[in-house]
């Protein structure tokens, strides 16, 4: 996944651009910025929905927006908010900082799907998710299980 920040002296804070590894558009958000509607709707016509035509310039975005690359950043809090098994959360709270980045996206990822698969399968019941995390549980395909 790749995340760019937009941002222009006609708007305060910045929308994000995030897209997924198949370098294809999943979402816009303007949640941090105080953007009018006019600018929004300009913005969003006009961001390229992959990414090689973004990294390329192929985008009629105005010139006074500067787009930039950034780290994703996946708190402690939204992989919560996703992981369908609310239990011992002082133990995950504790062992999220310690894992780097990319794990962090990619747990919070798979939570999502773990948890379309706990629905799917009812007589699964899931694990917590401090063992979830510490034996790598969300390397699974749990897409296709």
Known sequence: ?????LSAKTFTGE???????????LKIDFSNTSTTVEQRYHIKINVPM???????GGHNLSKSISIIAKDI?????MFWKEYPYKRNRHLVEG????????????????????GK???????Y????????????????????L
């Open 50 to 56: 992959t990414l090689t035509h973004l990294e390329e």
């Open 15 to 25: 929308a994000e651009l995030i897209y997924d590894d198949a370098g294809a558009l």
């Open 1 to 5: 996944m790749k995340r760019y920040c």
């Open 73 to 77: 950043e996946i708190s402690f809090e």
């Open 117 to 123: 698969y706990c629905t799917r399968n009812k007589w």
């Open 125 to 144: 019941n899931a694990k917590i998710a401090d063992l979830w995390l510490k034996k790598k549980e969300f390397l699974n395909d749990w897409k296709n």
């Open 95 to 114: 062992y999220w900082p310690m894992m780097n980045k990319t794990d962090q996206v990619t747990a919070y990822l798979a939570a999502i799907e773990y």
